[in-house]
């Protein structure tokens, strides 16, 4: 019996290097999309060879969905300082490219389609939200990623089964490895300052994920009868790991007595929340793999494997919005972040 066949948009980045591993351990031929802004930094998890289209998501046609079964759509102009860049493009990218890939794979006769969202759609709200609860979102990223959830399953039909998955806010080591998401930021600069110093005064709630749970969800939302979770959202996350900012600095401290920690009084954030995971508990069985100390550690240990400087760290190799400016004033990218050719 033929393996089944599945589309991964984004699949070389932060979370799509940890995913694809996972999906050709459980027998899936993949085909991985990416655009390949990001080359890895790490080394990869798996050797083992599938597919690979260097291809930006606004210009996939309907021949690339050929023997598609199912499709995770991960790619996106992918964190708030990103998404800032120019607020149009990113409405461009998270929002109308992924309805755009979504009828397409509607068309090519793609059953199941799990869209990676975020749980920053809920902005700054009090109480345990769940996914009844109203999205607000602050910022570009945000509102894209809400726009195209509600239009996404707009889309579902008897044989097409949109699923998205509300991402908590996501930690741990990748091959495609990032300094720019809170936890490993905090993490990064305590490795190599000996400071866990919060640019805000911490009280902001965050729900955290740690990245093979994120993959984890992917795959258990994959292997489900679509029934089941047809048109469905779910919180990725759990209940226990939702933390003020200023809890994780104490965390990374727990971990390292050695590392003091740092906090600005003047400022606060005006993202806070705090999720309720039960649902994804229910229907996915998702429980947790890592936790915080886990990623904490985890990260710690890689940095150190790997001898990464303070220029680098916070540098294009590992920072979204550095690489791709520095892209953009090297004129390899265009004003529509698109590649301009030689």
């Not at 258990?220 to 919180?235: T, V, Y």
């Not at 209940?239 to 971990?255: F, T």
């Not at 936790?291 to 990464?308: A, Q, S, Y």
Request: charged share 25%; with cysteine.
């Amino acid at each position: 019996m033929a393996a089944t066949r599945l589309l991964v948009t984004g699949s070389e980045g932060y979370i799509g290097s940890v995913l694809v591993p996972l999906l050709l351990g459980n027998g899936y031929d993949i085909v991985g999309i990416d655009s390949y802004f990001f080359p890895l930094n790490g080394d990869r998890l798996s050797k083992t060879p599938y597919r690979r289209v260097q291809k930006d998501i606004r210009d996939l046609k309907l021949e690339d969905f050929a023997g598609v079964e199912h499709l995770v759509h991960l790619a996106a102009l992918s964190n708030d300082p990103l998404g800032e860049i120019n607020p149009k493009l990113t409405e461009e990218i998270n929002h109308h490219a992924t309805l755009r890939l979504a009828r397409l794979a509607k068309a090519a006769g793609v059953r199941r389609f799990v869209f990676a969202s975020s749980c920053s759609v809920y902005g700054s709200q009090e109480g345990l939200l769940d996914e009844t609860a109203p999205v607000q979102p602050l910022s570009a990223y945000a509102r894209s990623k809400a726009a195209a959830e509600a239009e996404l399953l707009n889309l579902a039909s008897e044989t097409f089964s949109p699923i998205v998955l509300r991402n908590a806010t996501v930690y741990g080591p990748s091959p495609n490895m990032r300094s720019d998401l809170v936890l490993n930021n905090l993490i990064s600069l305590a490795h190599l300052t000996g400071l866990v110093k919060l640019m805000s005064d911490g009280r902001a709630w965050r729900p955290m994920v740690h990245v093979i749970d994120v993959a984890s969800a992917i795959l258990l939302c994959l292997k489900r009868p679509i029934e089941a979770l047809h048109a469905q959202i779910f919180n990725i996350g759990f209940n226990d790991q939702n933390y003020q900012i200023r809890k994780l600095a104490s965390e990374i401290h727990r971990c390292y007595p050695a590392f003091r920690i740092s906090i600005t009084d003047g400022n606060h954030d005006k993202r806070s929340y705090r999720v309720d995971f039960s649902k994804a508990k229910k229907y996915l069985d998702l429980v947790p793999k890592k936790t915080v100390g886990d990623g904490i550690k985890e990260v710690i240990r890689l940095f150190k494997t790997r001898r990464v400087s303070y220029e680098q760290l916070f540098g294009e190799d590992y920072v979204r919005l550095e690489r791709l400016q520095s892209l953009l004033s090297q004129r390899l990218l265009d004003e529509k972040l698109r590649w301009v050719q030689k």
